[in-house]
């Protein structure tokens, strides 16, 4: 009898024959032994302890890489924890795959173990999802998600693999001619541009402009325009503002940054480049009172509904890279640039260096026991130490992420990962573990609140099993925005004397977390303590948490979301 193979052997040929090098995920029924046929065929599995923090790494790793990061769960409930990873990537609009193993397909509406209809269940947070009826169509099916989860706007596919087709078998020839069937038939969606005279159209309303702003996000970090940014930038000395990850495609340090002027720059503007972002929450919905009301947008997005949906003065679908290249040829024949002495240039800058003169006399003092500004200053200035390739800084909670997104500095591109358009909590560990294996040079710095660090603290021993260069810094200040903040007449009820809803135990020992898996842990509370932790850390580019201990008192309730809670 000819050689057989099984529908595991099938599948992860497919994704090793299509391109994928790294899967992410829990094993068990019934998707082992998928996973270890992957492995076999050359594709690195990086095992979790739970599908959440699995499902975060595999959607932080396709905005890194720009290919699909894959997600491997069980059936049933290990596909509802991965639907956090898939809808996370949804909302990002970043390419993942959730591949899920699903119960025997004869057995179906019986109450088999881990029954669930998956198919339905991912509906809402995938932009394709599809079940191998049968062996024979794994390869097909394959390429059916991979290929969506990166053309036109990116976004989250799903995989469904029943257990009988995953134990069928077919001849390596039969596998072979289905395999090299799918490959010649995949077709990739050509990258999208808008007509020149679009572009012409949008030259000319920022050469009229008498306040211009160019505004970047994520979508931009991903097209990888920062070239073409740079040039755009420089080119015609118009401000910019990034969206928090955004950060790092010009350098945060360039004189015509305006982060640090930002109610100015989006208050006075005239005239918004807006490439990448959407005029969502993050940019106040493009409204006033944040932005003046006769604003005119100019909005490059990948996605036309995204351009409808928002109803800019003028909208260039395409990729950012391809749109912002037309943008600069365009230029570059008939140039214009406002120099330092245009007074729009001038107000920012002067608001810039009055903004960032008083943050930096708060920095300078080293304030014990810690408030957040004193260690974020340390951290900042270590960070900036390492040089090129400048380490990944992971960042959530609430007053640890917003006050990192001000003081800590992007020199890089696609250099910090946060709680993202979602905002959401717990993303922490799995998107550093995404980071360290899709920029093997760079060193990973993760700033975390301890409320965001308890999401998915047990990842550490999966830092430490792979050996990965994560320096994991965390803020204790004993509870969700610190301490109990209630007043004493809030604090009533039967169960008064219960921890306030926003407590932790105090004093929490997260650094001996690691220790239990033989990681570094380090203590720290005092200036000195924190420079000598993070020096020796970043030397040794292994795992390692930093508890930083901060006054339960500083920072304020819900960061700087006080109107939200």
């Known amino acids: 009898m000819a050689d057989c193979l099984d ?18 995920g829990v094993v068990g029924i019934p998707v082992t032994g998928l996973a270890n046929r992957a492995v076999q065929l050359g594709i690195r599995f ?20 720009g290919r699909p990061g894959l997600l491997l769960t069980v059936s049933g409930p290990g596909c509802v924890h991965g639907l956090a990873g898939l809808s996370n990537a949804m909302i990002n609009t970043w390419p993942m795959v959730m591949i899920s193993g699903s119960s025997d397909q004869k057995d179906s509406g019986r109450g088999d173990f881990q029954e669930l209809d998956q198919i339905e269940a991912v509906k809402p947070f995938s932009k ?13 099916c394959v390429a059916r998600v991979l290929d969506p989860a990166v053309s036109g706007r990116p976004g989250g596919c799903y995989l469904d693999l029943p257990t009988d087709v995953l134990h069928q078998t077919i001849t390596e020839s039969e596998a072979e001619k289905l395999l090299t069937e799918v490959e010649k038939g995949r077709v990739f969606e050509a990258t999208k541009a808008p007509p020149s005279s679009e572009i012409e159209k949008a030259v000319s309303v920022l050469r009229k402009a008498e306040r211009p702003l160019i505004v970047f996000g994520k979508g931009a970090a991903y097209a990888r325009a920062e070239g073409e940014l740079k040039k755009l930038v420089e080119r015609t000395g118009i401000p910019f503002l990034p969206t928090p990850m955004g950060k790092g495609l010009v350098n945060d340090g360039h004189e015509l940054a305006a982060s640090a002027a930002r109610s100015l720059a989006i208050g006075k503007c005239d005239v918004a480049l807006v490439v990448g972002a959407r005029l969502n929450w993050l940019l106040h919905f493009g409204e006033s009172p944040k932005w003046d009301k006769d604003v005119k947008f100019i909005l490059v997005d ?3 509904e995204e351009i409808k949906l928002r109803k800019p003065h003028l909208g260039l679908v395409g990729d950012a890279k391809k749109v912002l290249e037309m943008i600069n040829k365009e230029i570059k024949d008939d140039p214009f640039c406002l120099g330092k002495s245009h007074p729009w240039v001038e107000a920012i800058s002067k608001k810039v260096k009055d903004n960032v003169s008083k943050m930096e006399a708060q920095l300078a003092k080293d304030v014990v026991p810690f408030n957040f500004l004193t260690p974020m200053r340390i951290i900042r200035d270590a960070i900036l130490g390492v040089g090129s390739p400048a380490p990944v800084v992971v960042s959530e909670g609430a007053n640890t992420m917003d006050v990192g997104r001000s003081v800590l500095v ?3 591109p696609r250099t910090r990962l946060d709680a993202g358009t979602w905002g959401t909590m717990g993303v922490g560990l799995g998107y550093c573990i995404a980071a360290a294996v899709a920029n093997p040079e760079r060193l990973v710095v993760a700033v975390e ?7 998915s603290a047990m990842e550490v021993e999966t830092l430490v099993r792979y050996k990965l260069p994560v320096v994991v810094i965390v803020f204790n200040n004993g509870g969700v925005y610190g301490g109990d903040r209630r007043s004493p007449e809030e604090v ?7 921890p306030a809803p926003t407590s932790f135990v105090p004093g929490a020992a997260y650094h001996t977390l690691i220790e239990a898996f033989g990681g570094k842990g380090y203590l720290v509370g005092t200036p000195d303590e924190l420079k000598s932790a993070l020096s020796e850390s970043f030397s040794a580019r292994k795992p390692v948490v930093i508890n930083v201990i901060i006054d339960p008192f ?5 960061g700087r979301m006080q109107h939200k809670n």
């Open 410 to 412: 992007q020199t890089e």
């Open 46 to 65: 990086i095992a979790f302890h739970n599908e959440q923090s699995a499902g975060y790494a595999a959607s932080a790793y396709g905005y890194l890489t």
């Open 449 to 455: 609140g301890d409320s965001g660090f308890g999401f």
């Open 492 to 498: 009533s009820g039967p169960f008064k004397d219960d």
């Open 128 to 140: 394709f999802s599809v079940k191998a009826i049968d062996i024979k169509e794994i390869p097909d």
């Open 302 to 304: 990948v996605s036309e």
């Open 554 to 558: 500083a920072g304020a309730e819900s």
């Open 7 to 24: 529908g595991n052997v099938l599948a992860a040929k497919s994704f090793a024959r299509f391109g994928v090098t790294h899967m992410f």
